[in-house]
Nanobody
Framework: QDQLVESGGDSVQAGGSLRLSCAAA?????????MGWFRQAPGKEREGVAS???????KYADSVKGRFTISRDKDKNTLYLQMNNLKPEDTAMYYC??????????????????WGQGTQVTVSS
């Protein structure tokens, strides 16, 4: 019930787009919990990318504002991350995560309890 499964990672050229998906066991999980996307590049710490709260408030890292969009679909039990105008510095393993029933979004790892296994995004120049 707590499993999160990411997909959609790929290798693309700079300027391209990808949509990551995170499948949960039920739509209730996706809609009623804090959900977020994080990424970790080789040699770097994991960082928060985008978050959506139980009240649909969103928050983005400065580095992705205007390019990435987080969303969710209750009927498909899925969280998404639409990534446009990708840059080489977006190259990383991307993780989906679930937190508690938070009214506000958060990019802090401590606010999340469950994590997926990750999906790789590689952007070439």
């Amino acid at each position: 019930q707590d499993q999160l499964v990411e997909s959609g990672g790929d290798s693309v050229q700079a300027g391209g787009s990808l949509r990551l998906s995170c499948a949960a066991a039920s739509g209730a999980i996706v809609m009623s919990h804090l959900m977020g996307w994080f990424r970790q590049a080789p040699g770097k710490e994991r960082e928060g990318v985008a978050s959506i709260s139980t009240h649909d408030y969103t928050k983005y890292a400065d580095s992705v504002k205007g390019r990435f969009t987080i969303s969710r679909d209750k009927d498909k039990n899925t969280l998404y991350l639409q990534m446009n105008n990708l840059k080489p510095e977006d190259t990383a393993m991307y993780y989906c995560a679930r937190g508690g029933q938070y009214l506000v979004p958060s990019l802090l790892q401590v606010d999340y309890n469950y994590w997926g296994q990750g999906t790789q995004v590689t952007v070439s120049s």
